[in-house]
């Protein structure tokens, strides 16, 4: 299997492909899209996603899309259409997801 298409190159990691964007999820999708030099309305276009929804995701207000499926295949949509690894955007968004339900948990707990 070619090494490439497992592991894509990240736009911030030029000569290794190891390295994973710095940062939160919306700071490193919006660091790609600007180095893409894409719009979000480009990326909308690309993507077939809503802007608002991916205004969203870049301001991580994952509370304004409507269920879970969604926000993932979302952002997975728009890791592929600014050149990130699909697999490190879909497992940062669940970490993101897992915080905040932990953040709950805590908050409703004291």
């Not at 290794?16 to 790609?32: K, N, Y």
């Not at 499926?69 to 879909?90: D, H, P, Q, S």
Request: aromatic fraction near 8%.
């Amino acid at each position: 299997m070619n090494a490439m298409i497992e592991h894509p190159i990240l736009p911030f990691a030029q000569d290794e492909w190891r390295v994973e964007p710095r940062g939160s999820l919306g700071e490193a999708l919006t660091e790609a899209r600007l180095r893409c030099a894409m719009s979000i309305e480009d990326v909308a276009a690309e993507t077939r996603v809503p802007v608002r929804y991916l205004a969203a995701i870049e301001a991580e207000r994952f509370d304004l899309i409507p269920a879970l499926v969604y926000i993932k295949g979302f952002v997975r949509a728009f890791a592929r259409a600014v050149g990130l690894c699909e697999r490190w955007a879909t497992e940062a968004v669940k970490a993101v997801l897992a915080d905040r339900r932990g953040d709950r948990r805590v908050t409703a707990a004291a």
